[in-house]
């Protein structure tokens, strides 16, 4: 299993990324998918999360109303839209994916495959 995190970069307080996720090595139809990010000093942090099979979603109080994680089956793909973004966004997002079909779990420990990370930086 290999996922290919994209679409970081800089923006200002306020602007808006989206980044993308990309799987391959197997079908996920049965897997979560999900976001976490990780800043300078802080643990690693559940962002939001996407059950392949049937769509269902999770997100952090942090980021509700703001992010929306959404998945293109044909591209086998999961994308996180961030809006109205902050400072305190601020990180490295990784994607990671879990052989779990029932729940979107939001500890970093049940993920069994993650991405290489991708920075996103959120100006005052």
């Known amino acids: ?70 998945r293109d089956n044909a591209k086998n793909t999961v994308y996180l839209q961030m809006n109205s973004l902050k400072p305190e966004d601020t990180a490295v997002y990784y994607c990671a994916a879990d052989r779990n079909v029932l729940a979107v779990p939001t500890t970093p420990i049940e993920y069994d495959y993650w991405g290489q990370g991708t920075q996103v930086t959120v100006s005052s």
């Open 1 to 70: 299993v290999q996922l290919q995190a994209s679409g970081g970069g800089l923006v200002q307080a306020g602007g808006s990324l989206r980044l993308s996720c990309a799987a391959s090595g197997r079908t996920f139809v049965s897997y979560v998918m999900a976001w976490f990010r990780q800043a300078p000093g802080k643990e690693r942090e559940f962002v939001a999360g996407i059950r392949w099979r049937d769509g269902y979603t999770k997100h952090s109080d942090s980021v509700k109303g703001r992010f929306t994680v959404s």
